[in-house]
């Protein structure tokens, strides 16, 4: 089985952990005077920082656990401290000084010692003759306390919040949010409005595609690559804008509604996939940019099914796993999963490129001009699981709902598990590859920095 997630929510007399497979779901009772959980690490190794998690945000031991370095501890927090238990008020922090960090992709040397800074993580390794060695990750610099913060919000008050918590990715989000308001008013969306929202999933897939590219181009100085790409990156953001009101299409995915600008969608789908073919065949004659790329952030096959990875990262080494795959409207467009075998960041271009021209065939047909209306009605308590296939892979969304009101947020981007992999895919490369290796893995700490 594939574990895609592990958390805990407080029950009134117990903690209660849910570990999620894609088999099936086991839920334990952990006794809230002395929390104690068995680890599956060693079984699981993305488990580990599922399991960190839970303790710094609930208190609960790990036993037999593979690492137990805090993960979202701050040093602003009060000693065992816990800030998803129910009884945890802001008074709870300590109002310090708060650490600065660079927002720029700088490297400072310090000795044998390098760190460099990615967003809102921290990179720290050892080099050798420039190799790196040792390397790990130091993450949620950011956190947001977005779980916490939704806590008690309805549904509707709750959804501007999710949809911005990544923006690259905010068509997923939404739609993952939406299937849980659809599951918890036992409603089912008409044909015509999830046609609406598969133009705009794929869509978003296609800007966050070119952007990577882009940007690989430009860490092994194919600039000439990396600007036309990132043009043609730009010119669908302003699209969407166009068709949404917002560069990332904010609040986009409704059960209402209409597209703008039929023609110029149609207009700029059909001049991107002939930019595209173009393209192809200029860096299938670039030998030099393919080396570049060649064994490169190298990621075996053994080691992507240990961490349960998904999306590009799983169909580069040919590990059949793509949600889309099981939806009958993809299907009915004749959807063909994208695969590669080598693992490296040559893989990683080429499934994006495959999958843009995938997305480009799938919404084509989808560009319509027709408003159907459609009322999602009362919202009915219980627990939900919604799973979309982002640009980025699997996403997990979990809401547990009381009295109408969200009584536990969980997320599980698939961040979360790619950036446990970069020891696994950073050491023994140069440290002038680790801007290259790290732009070709999907890595959005934002979202998973929570």
Same mark, same amino acid.
């Given at each position: 089985?594939?574990?895609?997630?592990?958390?805990? $929510?407080?029950?009134?007399?117990?903690?209660?952990?849910?570990?999620?497979?894609?088999?099936?779901?086991? &839920?334990?009772?952990?006794?809230?005077?002395?929390?104690?959980?068995? !680890?599956?690490? #060693?079984?699981?190794?993305?488990?580990?920082?599922?399991?960190?998690?839970?303790?710094?945000?609930?208190?609960?031991?790990?036993? /037999?656990?593979?690492? +137990?370095?805090?993960?979202?501890?701050?040093k602003q927090m009060v000693a065992e401290t816990y800030p998803m238990r129910k009884g945890y008020r802001k008074k709870h922090l300590l109002y310090e000084k708060p650490l600065l960090f660079s927002a720029l992709n700088t490297s400072l040397s310090l000795g044998p010692t390098q760190a460099y800074h990615l967003e809102s993580s921290q990179f720290r390794f050892i080099e050798k003759n420039n190799t790196m060695t040792q390397f790990n990750t130091k993450n949620f610099y950011k956190h947001r306390g977005i779980e916490k913060m939704l806590e008690g919000l309805t549904l509707e008050e709750a959804r501007p919040i999710v949809e911005r918590i990544s923006g690259s990715?905010?068509?997923? /989000?939404?739609?993952? /949010?939406?299937?849980?308001?659809l599951q918890a008013s036992k409603k089912e969306l008409p044909m015509i409005? &999830? +046609?609406?929202?598969?133009?705009?999933?794929?869509?978003?897939?296609?800007?966050?595609?070119?952007?990577?590219? !882009?940007?690989?181009? $430009?860490?092994?100085?194919?600039?000439?690559?990396?600007?036309?790409?990132?043009?043609?990156?730009?010119?669908?953001?302003?699209?969407? #804008?166009?068709?949404?009101?917002?560069? /990332?299409?904010?609040?986009?995915? %409704?059960?209402?509604?209409?597209?703008?600008?039929v023609e110029e969608s149609d207009e700029y789908l059909f001049y991107l996939e002939q930019e595209l073919l173009w393209f192809e065949k200029w860096i299938s004659k670039e030998d030099y940019f393919w080396k570049k790329l060649l064994n490169q952030g190298v990621l075996l096959k053994k080691d992507i099914e240990a961490y349960g990875l998904v999306g590009?990262?799983?169909?580069?080494?040919?590990?059949d796993l793509d949600r889309r795959q099981n939806d009958k409207l993809y299907m009915e467009y004749d959807f063909c999963r994208a695969s590669e075998y080598t693992g490296d960041v040559s893989a990683?271009?080429?499934?994006?490129?495959?999958?843009?021209? %995938?997305?480009?065939?799938?919404? +084509?047909?989808?560009?319509?001009?027709?408003?159907?209306?459609?009322?999602?009605g009362s919202i009915m308590d219980g627990e939900y699981y919604s799973y979309v296939e982002s640009s980025s892979g699997e996403l997990m969304m979990y809401i547990s709902i009381k009295n109408q009101k969200i009584e536990r947020f969980f997320l599980r981007d698939p961040s979360f598990l790619n950036a446990q992999i970069l020891p696994h895919v950073?050491?023994?490369?140069?440290? %002038?590859?680790?801007?290259l290796i790290s732009k070709s893995i999907p890595l959005s700490f934002s979202a998973s920095d929570l």
């Open positions: 089985m594939r574990l895609i997630a592990r958390f805990a $929510q407080e029950q009134e007399k117990y903690f209660e952990v849910i570990t999620v497979y894609d088999l099936k779901v086991v &839920k334990e009772r952990i006794n809230k005077k002395t929390p104690i959980l068995l !680890s599956i690490a #060693k079984e699981y190794p993305s488990a580990v920082w599922f399991e960190r998690k839970m303790l710094d945000d609930f208190g609960i031991k790990i036993l /037999y656990g593979t690492n +137990k370095p805090s993960l979202v501890y701050h990715m905010s068509m997923a /989000y939404q739609l993952a /949010y939406l299937d849980i308001e409005i &999830k +046609k609406r929202h598969l133009f705009f999933l794929e869509l978003e897939r296609i800007l966050n595609h070119l952007f990577d590219m !882009s940007l690989i181009c $430009q860490f092994v100085e194919f600039k000439e690559g990396a600007f036309f790409l990132m043009k043609l990156h730009e010119e669908g953001r302003e699209l969407l #804008k166009k068709l949404t009101g917002h560069r /990332y299409g904010f609040s986009t995915i %409704t059960i209402d509604g209409s597209l703008l600008s590009l990262m799983a169909r580069s080494v040919d590990i990683r271009f080429k499934i994006r490129l495959t999958e843009i021209f %995938t997305s480009l065939s799938l919404i +084509k047909p989808l560009i319509k001009n027709r408003v159907f209306p459609f009322f999602i950073m050491n023994g490369n140069l440290i %002038t590859s680790l801007g």
